[in-house]
T-cell receptor
Framework: EAGVTQFPSHSVIEKGQTVTLRCDPI?????LYWYRRVMGKEIKFLLH????????ESGMPNNRFLAERTGGTYSTLKVQPAELEDSGVYFC????????????FGSGTQLSVL | ELKVEQNPLFLSMQEGKNYTIYCNYS?????LYWYRQDPGKSLESLFV?????AVKQEGRLMASLDTKARLSTLHITAAVHDLSATYFC??????????FGAGTILRVKS
């Protein structure tokens, strides 16, 4: 069974540019999460989708970040315009529909904003 | 606001030695996770601890949970090089929103 897949694995952009990260969850997982780790600090929650609906977006830092999950399958996280402080590792995770299931994480996208 | 503190943040061990990583959290929770991450790889779930006094073991790793003290430990027995990785504890705040500790970088030297 394929795991959670994230693209790209690395992205280097200049301040002010736009970047789109993609996450393909495990097939059949209704729940999809975005987390990020900035500057080697704690991994922090960004948002949670249930199918195509945003269940909780309390961790989104500001309106430069836009997450979508069209059709309840893969998800994208767009940063526009990117700032230096957005640099870090962005993790995606998914879990089955049942409540209280563990999260399966992808390997992350390392974003560097110069 | 739930806060999770992990220590130490860096641990250099000799092979064959024992050590413990500590995870303290600030408010009540019913679920605590331990994850392992190898460089450039995904976070691998090691243990899920659900109740006070829970103890789980897998190979040379043993995790325990004391919900009254809001403390979990990850004990490493007779460390081997393959255990070198970054270890995270994470506590459920609500739903499946997890609050992570800063991570412990473990290096096992032969």
């Amino acid at each position: 069974e394929a795991g959670v897949t994230q693209f790209p694995s690395h992205s280097v952009i200049e301040k002010g540019q736009t970047v789109t990260l993609r996450c393909d969850p495990i097939s059949g997982h209704d729940n999809l999460y975005w987390y990020r780790r900035v500057m080697g600090k704690e991994i922090k929650f960004l948002l949670h989708f249930v199918k195509e609906s945003k269940q909780d977006e309390s961790g989104m830092p500001n309106n430069r970040f836009l997450a979508e999950r069209t059709g309840g399958t893969y998800s994208t996280l767009k940063v526009q315009p990117a700032e230096l402080e957005d640099s870090g590792v962005y993790f995606c995770a998914s879990s089955p529909p049942a409540f209280n299931e563990k999260l399966f994480f992808g390997s992350g996208t390392q974003l560097s904003v110069l | 606001e739930l806060k999770v503190e992990q220590n130490p943040l860096f641990l250099s061990m000799q092979e064959g030695k024992n050590y413990t990583i500590y995870c303290n959290y600030s408010t009540t929770s019913d679920r605590l996770y331990w994850y392992r991450q190898d460089p450039g790889k995904s976070l691998e779930s090691l243990f899920v601890l659900l109740s006070n006094g829970a103890v789980k073991q897998e190979g040379r790793l043993m995790a325990s949970l004391d919900t009254k003290a809001r403390l979990s430990t990850l004990h490493i027995t007779a460390a081997v090089h393959d255990l070198s990785a970054t270890y995270f504890c994470a506590v459920r705040e609500y739903g499946n929103k997890l609050v992570f500790g800063a991570g412990t970088i473990l290096r096992v030297k032969s």
